[in-house]
């Protein structure tokens, strides 16, 4: 008797601790979305502080901003990536606006 309940019991927080895991990679909580955020605006303040002396080194970096943005894609955090895209440019918007037409 006390083997099935142990067996029952087992088998009971193997199903919640499946169901908890799929919640948890399936959900963005806010903290990662503002964090996100926060690297977006990051990302923006190395456009607007600094001089171009060229297009092609502006595009090198804007190159490496998308890679950073992709990586919320990759590990599917759609949300995350969306706030990241919606800060750096409304910064870069805000602050230079002479670069943001650079950035599509």
């Known amino acids: 008797m006390q083997r099935v309940t ?3 019991m087992f088998a009971a927080a193997t199903l919640l601790g499946v169901g908890c895991s799929k919640t948890d990679k399936g959900e963005e909580t806010a903290a990662q979305v503002e964090a ?3 690297q977006g605006r990051e ?4 456009f607007v502080n600094r001089e171009w002396k060229d ?3 502006l595009q090198a970096r804007i190159k490496e901003t ?3 943005r992709a990586q919320y894609d990759t590990i599917g955090m759609k949300r995350s990536a969306e706030a990241f ?3 750096f440019v ?3 918007r805000t602050i230079n606006p ?3 037409k650079h950035i599509k």
């Open 43 to 46: 990302a923006a303040r190395i």
């Open 98 to 100: 002479s670069i943001a």
């Open 66 to 68: 998308r890679s950073r």
């Open 55 to 57: 297009t092609a080194e």
């Open 6 to 8: 142990l067996i029952s």
């Open 90 to 92: 409304s910064t870069i």
């Open 36 to 38: 996100a955020m926060m």
């Open 85 to 87: 895209d919606s800060a």
